[in-house]
């Protein structure tokens, strides 16, 4: 049951992602705002989101809310777990403001998804140019965190199976410390309904958990890093703790 559940959901996120995503492309075309795009896309993630609770009995719960910034001029980076699909449509749907993630161009070629994110102010990048790629990451990300646009990154850099630690990368710490805006932590849950590699999903509950901000003056990037890793991984602990077997 749980696996035809799961087919139900990627079948209907496949044939709704269409419409969504040419009406995107035709706002664009027709010179339309960027806001405007963003709220279709915003409304399609949401609903991707949504729809997971009555098609496969997967839902979620947010604590933290209160620790993101509330001046709309303010800029933020957010720096995220990764362990599924899931929280990149979550997040989206859930944060109060625009956000501009950090993708390699490869997604560009997705027929309609990615000919969609293709179209939103987001900072794609080229992998194989290393150094040039990342001085991409900081003028764009700078560009839109002046804007009040909050930059998310997966630092770990890929999914991370469930009770797992990646390895940090201080990209999204430098970026922060290079413009001058806090970072702000953020604990999921994802792995223990919306594993990795498997193709099927397990009802349940996803937690997230929104960490205070750290501010990044006064400290060079790994030193940020630092202590947003050291938040996120207590705070996965304490949230899925079945995850992490003692004196792991």
């Not at 790629?133 to 900081?138: E, G, I, R």
């Not at 999914?159 to 702000?184: N, T």
Request: charged share 20%; aromatic share 8%.
């Amino acid at each position: 049951m749980a696996f035809i559940r799961s087919v139900l959901h990627l079948l209907w996120m496949s044939v709704t992602v269409i419409p969504y995503s040419l009406a995107m492309l035709v706002v664009r075309l027709f010179g339309g705002s960027q806001d405007t795009v963003y709220r279709i896309a915003r409304a399609w993630l949401a609903m991707s989101v949504h729809s997971a609770r009555p098609l496969m009995g997967i839902s979620y719960r947010v604590t933290g809310m209160e620790n993101l910034p509330t001046d709309p001029k303010a800029g933020v980076v957010l720096l995220c777990k990764h362990q599924s699909t899931y929280e990149t449509f979550l997040m989206p749907a859930i944060m109060p403001r625009q956000l501009a993630y950090v993708f390699k161009k490869e997604l560009l070629k997705i027929p309609f998804f990615g000919w969609a994110i293709g179209s939103l102010d987001m900072v794609h990048i080229d992998r194989s140019q290393g150094s040039r790629a990342f001085a991409k990451v900081l003028q764009q990300g700078r560009k839109l965190l002046s804007q009040g646009t909050w930059v998310i990154m997966f630092p770990e850099g890929t999914r991370i199976p469930r009770g797992e630690v990646g390895q940090y990368k201080s990209g999204g710490a430098r970026l922060a410390v290079s413009a001058g805006v806090p970072v702000v932590p953020i604990a999921v849950t994802s792995a223990r309904v919306w594993p990795k590699t498997p193709f099927t999903k397990r009802p349940g509950i996803v937690d997230v958990s929104v960490g205070p901000q750290i501010p990044s003056e006064g400290k060079n990037q790994d030193e940020l890093m630092q202590a947003a890793q050291d938040w996120i991984e207590a705070e996965m602990r304490r949230l899925d703790p079945d995850a992490y077997p003692p004196g792991k």
